[in-house]
């Protein structure tokens, strides 16, 4: 995908663009990655490996339809600008699939070159993982896909051929289905057969016909019908069959299956290298080039996995050799020469190829690869035949950039651009360590750059430590990351490797004394953890600009930011003790669970004051565990709070807080403050608000505990039923870091 950023600071995105293609790109950076670490042994590589599998496997499973892959999926709790490219609107788009316990948005109507990159990325990371779950994820997704292309079925379709609809019991082999795009369960095919391309579109059905007369003749009026053989749909056939059998090779748990997939791949492997040798060029003036790439991949697919030295042979020279690679050989198109080059090492030119697409790949520009305006009319003439395209290709450095500029036409010679846009250089990414693999591109800074190796300890204890959320914890609703800081001008965080935020820092922390030589080393923002929508995530501490820790946790929500109407009240039996019932409340100001007393009233936030409020704890609330005190003050030098009367405590204070620009005409006026609140035992509360020693808001509230201030060895995990919909159950599980509970998935309930 393409990222385009309100300004050329590019530090704030305005939109995603590509979604449609997000799965074959996807595919293709797995295939880089792959590439990296067979050829260096990274493991930071082997990490982005096993982690795009696992994705890809997500986009595998969510349409619930064997072998049915989705473009694209995002949990339905993302940020904005990744909800804009999941539309409400927007047909293709399926909302809230539980899976995994995460709601989950999906863009289906997936074509076929999507599965090019996908089958490319899984082929390789097969080879590249050593973890075994992995490596029967990938295998488990490509044999269901395999085991549905060959299934056998009569089906009813709404076939419209030329306009005309007809509603016929077809026999159909080689296809897909997306239920959920056929509502009335029958699929539709469409068929122009005056175009003489043979392209056969589907709603609900996705089809692989290397020769779709061999369909179309069921029709009482087509039995006239001559073949139309569609090579790339061969070579995507015998790409999938190949690789479904080489990841099952010697695994004894898909015997059965091996030996069912290989007599179907046997039956019929010599008529798809049949037709496949019939491959020919049918894009004019590159009308449809990226057509190039949904046939160059699959043969490289196909001739890696191929273990019969007759076929492979055959597929090398008859297609390879002879139709894909004359096509392009003068296109300065370095992943098809790399393709060309890897699988034909016998043929004497190709140290001239890899020479001079080496070459080309160092022209690609540097990084960040910006959507640039181009023009090169006045160095490349024109071609008669082709307007405002160039004669010979253009070279790498001139070109117009693309999301995979190898699927691009070369001949563009004048574009635009787009301000702000930036793409993610996979295309050089696959390139560059596919040529590294190979042995085509020398390491320019050996045993440097990727030579890792474990530090040493140390034996200095940190200057900082993010205490909150704690190491592979679940998070969720509004809480803080917190922490201390020894000594530092300016103290910042990352979230998920994105900008650097200012943090409120300086509050009093007796327990640093011994260790900083002063107390005021405190700090807390206030956080929305479901705005990070569900999954892993990863914050990094930053003082004056340089990194003092990172932790990683987990966040689950309920599939939105922030959950309005919801009411729940649940009996935990047997917590914290045999025969003890603990209340558990669902808080909408929080947006998590609290501990109550049996009955306690639910309670709703109270409306915003125009120049500040004190948010959390909610007028009436009940409050229990670790949790905080927060909300936001437009102007103030020292804000301070005050529980039960006792004295002034400084809280931390200027975080962003966006929603507050209109009020307040900036938005650092965040506050947060840690506060374990079984600390002040059972019963009411009372909190003031001050800023610069005038009382601002107060509020009170209750707080029931376990009968201790924290409480530790406790195990609960529990399932609450018809939460937060009827027919769902939410997980929740006892977190003593949080001296609570926290959600931890979303499940259809038993």
Known sequence: MSATFTDDNYTKINYYGGERDAAIWTGAYLAAESFRYLATGAPDALIQVNETARVLHRWWTLPGDPGYLARYAAPSSSPPEIKAALSDNDSEVVHKTLQDGIFWDWRGNVSRDQYQGVLLGMALAYEATNDLAV??????????????????ESRQVNLVIDGETHVINLELENVVYSTIAMPSGIPTLTIDTRSGDGDVNGAGILVFWPNPSEYLRQLPDLGWMPDILLATQALQL?????????????????????????????????????????????????????????????????????????????????????????AVQSDNNVWFAFIYASQAPEVSENNNVVTNH?????????????????????????????????LSAIDVSERVPATFIWERQPWKREDPGVPYRLYGGVDYLLAYWMGRYYGYIDDDAPNTCLNWHTAPATGIEPAGMIEIPQPNSYQTGIGLVSG?????????????????????????RADTQAHCGDANNGFSFPINYNSLADGEHHIALLADGEPVTTVNFQVRTLGAEFQSGLSGQFSLADFPTVGQTTALQWQEASQRFVITPPDAPAINPAPLVTTGALEVPAVNAQQSGVGIIAGWYCDAINLTVSIDGGRALTIPYGTERADTLTNCGDMNNGFGFLINYSGLGDGEHRIDLTADGIPVANTTFSVHTLGQEFMTGLVGNFALNDFPNVGLTTQVMWQEANQGFVMNGVTPMQ
Not at 135 to 152: G, N, W, Y
């Open 135 to 152: 490596r029967e994820l990938i295998r488990a997704d490509i044999v269901t896909f395999a085991e549905q292309l060959m299934r056998h």
């Open 238 to 326: 015998g790409a999938a069959f190949s690789l479904a059998l080489h990841v099952t090779n010697d695994v004894p748990e898909y015997a059965a299956r091996r030996s069912a997939i290989n007599n179907y791949y046997t039956a019929h492997v010599d008529t798809w290298l049949d037709i496949a040798k019939r491959w020919s060029d049918t894009s004019p003036c590159g009308d449809a080039y990226h057509g190039l790439n949904i046939s160059f991949t699959p043969a490289f697919i196909w001739l890696r996995t191929e273990t019969d030295a007759t076929r492979h042979h055959y597929l090398r020279d008859k297609v390879l050799i002879e139709r894909l690679w004359p």
């Open 358 to 390: 080496v070459n080309q790949l160092a022209g690609f520009p540097s990084a960040p690869n910006r959507a640039v305006a181009v023009d090169v009319s006045d160095e490349y003439w024109e071609n008669p035949f082709c307007s405002d395209l160039a």
């Open 484 to 508: 201390w800081q020894c000594a530092a001008g300016r103290l910042e965080m990352s979230i998920d490797g994105g900008r650097a935020i200012p943090v409120a820092y300086g509050s009093e």
